[in-house]
């Protein structure tokens, strides 16, 4: 299934599922962006479960600098496991996925702004969990737009091309 989107000029479309070459240099840094963060959740993950902290304990423990419980022990894990599987596939599927997990982490980071210091804060999140789910979802963000997403894209860069028709090529946008 494709999805279109209009493009600034009328009765254009592009089209957002255009595949990158297996070896194309992008597809490496969304590889990479994909497989250092997924390391870095992988370890605190286990390095949380290690400590044998309760599942939903409030309160949690610190580890490596964090807060963590068992809860988000575990949810860290699944997190680093799935951006694995994403640097493994790599390209446009690395790409979306940073992107995706990237708002996710923001998104998180203010819903856990907002539940510190409750009883709902079954995460154990602290104010430098916070800090870390946002500069996390930066940086998958970084990570997963690289390349895509800019007004001075190289011309021999696939987005660029697949928003541009051949005879547009000789002069980009301004």
Not at 51 to 56: A, E, L, M, S, T
Not at 61 to 88: E, K, P, Q, W
Not at 143 to 159: A, C, E, K, Q, W
Request: hydrophobic share 45%; glycine share 12%; net charge positive.
């Amino acid at each position: 299934m494709s999805t279109h989107v209009l493009h600034p000029r009328p009765g254009r479309h592009v089209t957002l599922d255009e595949h990158l070459p297996l070896d194309h240099r992008l597809s490496r840094v969304y590889r990479t962006g994909a497989g250092l963060m997924g390391l870095v959740l992988l370890a605190f993950g286990i390095l949380g479960l290690i400590d044998k902290i309760g599942f939903f304990d409030t309160r949690g423990d610190t580890v490596a600098g964090l807060n963590t419980n068992g809860a988000l022990s575990v949810l860290s894990i699944c997190v680093g496991l799935l951006l694995f599987v994403g640097m493994l596939i790599g390209g446009n599927f690395a790409s979306t996925l940073n992107m995706t997990l990237g708002i996710l982490f923001i998104l998180s980071g203010f819903v856990n702004l907002a539940l510190l210091d409750t009883s709902l804060n079954f995460l154990a999140f602290r104010i430098q969990n916070v800090l870390f789910s946002f500069v996390v979802g930066v940086l998958l963000m970084c990570f997963g737009m690289y390349g895509r997403v800019s007004g001075t894209l190289p011309h021999d860069n696939p987005y660029w091309q697949a928003r541009h028709a051949p005879n547009d090529r000789a002069r980009p946008y301004s």
